[in-house]
Every structure is written in structure tokens, then in C-alpha cells.
């Protein structure tokens, strides 16, 4: 629903409505539980809000809540073979809910200033604790966010941002076993808090083809990672790392615009991704250093 409220503010709402489903029949050796099958159901219903006030062509404010509650959450997991073979049971209905603000200011084509701020809370229901104590679960942050565009003149645009993001642990990694065969649940984690910081520099060469080069750092806290060799006797599980996960790079990409609506673009870029310290840390598992992606689009 979107509906122009007055000349300066403008209102827009939706309602959703999302179902998923999940299920896997894993064949193991007879030692292992033989036939194991795994079933998630889950739905959800969400709203958002958000207006748009324009008092003048310089500022801009956008306000919004952002509302989802997840009313079914079930996993269940048996050994399809083996009396009383169920070793996942697990349901947890859960809400999550955002308020936020992002202002904007262009006193004209020069500069450029963005500066938002957002709340996310979230609660997962029956969550069970190392001890065996069932509770209600809250988790929260406070992100804001800043960006500065500045155009020195018409062939050159360079934009500084930074900010925070939080991601909450999902139900699976709070729950999820196979009642120690290989995993157990891991129901103490905490969020993940990542802080970015990135300039941007954008710079016309003619002839519809655009260079665009930057740098960022960003610090990642609370990182959840695996643990356990995924046996019986060492089955895994899921903790918040104590240091702190550093990445830093630059990334650099043409951009050419030909006729007809035909768009290219190549691009490169190097990450060095490293925990405990910038430069002289721990790498990172799975974190690629070199990304290298060519981009064609065709209107058809």
C-alpha cells in the first residue's frame, strides 16, 4: 500500500504472509542409525511501515518499523528404523521487530550527507540453556550508519561510509542435533556485531565508461564459529570467538555502458581476511582472497 499523505510526506505498508518447508531422508551405516529423516515446517507473518518526508529538495527523512513473527518454527528429526528413534524435537516460535531512521541532506550537487540509525530486537520462545533451563531469549542492537558523497566536480564522485550490523544466531544453530551422533545444540551463543568503514571513488573516463576504485576495513566481533571433529566422542558445536575478525582490501571495476541498453562490467577484488590481528593474525577459513566477475546484460 503506498499513498502520498501530503505534498512533503508519503506513507507505504505491506503485509506479507511466508511459509518453507524442509525434508531429507539421509542414508547412514546401520551402526550410524541407518535411515534418518529430517522435517522443518515454519510460517511467518510480517508488516512494515515507512514514510518518506520531503520538507524541501535539500533534506529528506525516512522513518519505518519493520514487524515479523514467526508462528510456527518445528523441527523433528528419527531414525526411521530404530523404535523411538526421534533425537530432534524441537519448536520455537519467534518474533523480531526494527525501528529506524535515516535523514538525508543535499544542499546541492556538491555534497551529500546520509546519516541513519536502526534498533533490531529479537525473541525466540522455550529456548533451552546449557543447564536445561527453558527461557525466553532476547537479543538487541543499536546500528547506526553514515555515508558523505562529495562531487569535486562533474566527471568525479567520492563517497565515505561507515557503520555497524548486527546478525542474531539463527534457531538452527541454537538447536540443531542429532542427539550427539555428530552435533549438539549450541543454545548460548550470542549476536554477531560487524563495524565497516569504506571509501568509494568514482570517476568518469568518456565515452560511457566509468572506473570505479575503493578501500574498506571492517571488524567483526562475536563470531560464531564450528567446533568439534563431528564424532561421538568429539560431535560439533557452535561458540562466539573470543578475537576479533579482521578484514581489509580494495576492489576495483570498469563499468561501460554501450548502446541499445547493452551494460559491461569487469571487476577485481583482494581481500586479506585474518582473526585476533590486521596484519599478523590467524587466517580465516573459506575466505577468498582474490574475486574476480565479469557482468553482461542484454535487454531482450
Do not use: C
Amino acid at each position: 500500500y503506498q499513498r502520498p499523505l501530503s505534498d512533503t510526506l508519503e506513507l507505504t505498508a505491506q503485509v506479507s504472509w511466508d511459509h518453507y518447508s524442509y525434508y531429507a531422508d539421509l542414508p547412514y551405516a546401520d551402526d550410524d542409525g541407518g535411515l534418518l529423516s529430517e522435517r522443518f515446517v515454519g510460517h511467518s507473518i510480517s508488516a512494515q511501515a515507512r514514510t518518506l518526508w520531503r520538507p524541501n529538495p535539500e533534506w529528506q527523512l525516512t522513518t519505518g518499523i519493520d514487524w515479523q513473527y514467526h508462528v510456527q518454527n518445528d523441527a523433528f528429526g528419527e531414525a526411521v528404523d530404530i523404535e523411538d528413534g526421534t533425537y530432534l524435537d524441537e519448536r520455537h516460535p519467534w518474533q523480531s521487530f526494527a525501528l529506524y531512521a535515516l535523514g538525508g541532506w543535499e544542499p546541492n550537487k556538491t555534497l551529500g550527507v546520509q546519516l541513519g540509525l536502526r534498533y533490531d530486537g529479537r525473541i525466540v520462545s522455550d529456548l533451552a540453556d546449557a543447564e536445561g533451563n527453558t527461557e525466553d531469549r532476547y537479543a538487541g542492537a543499536l546500528s547506526p550508519r553514515l555515508a558523505v558523497r562529495i562531487r569535486p566536480d562533474e566527471h568525479t564522485i567520492l563517497k565515505v561510509m561507515g557503520g555497524t550490523a548486527f546478525r542474531a544466531p539463527s534457531v538452527y544453530e541454537l538447536t540443531y542435533n542429532d542427539g550427539g551422533e555428530t552435533q549438539i545444540p549450541s543454545p548460548d551463543l550470542d549476536p554477531e556485531t560487524i563495524y565497516t568503514a569504506e571509501i568509494e571513488l568514482v570517476r568518469s573516463l568518456g565515452d560511457d565508461l566509468d572506473l570505479v576504485v575503493g578501500v574498506f576495513l571492517s571488524s567483526l566481533t562475536n563470531y560464531i564459529e564450528v567446533n568439534g571433529e563431528g564424532t561421538e566422542d568429539d560431535p560439533i558445536f557452535l561458540t562466539n570467538q573470543d578475537r576479533e575478525v579482521w578484514s581489509a582490501g580494495f576492489e576495483a571495476e570498469l563499468q561501460h555502458e554501450l548502446s541499445r541498453g547493452i551494460f559491461f562490467s569487469l571487476s577485481y577484488a583482494f581481500q586479506d581476511t585474518r582473526t585476533g590481528a590486521l596484519f599478523d593474525g590467524d587466517e580465516l577459513p573459506n575466505a577468498p582472497a582474490h574475486q574476480l566477475a565479469a557482468k553482461l546484460l542484454l535487454p531482450i
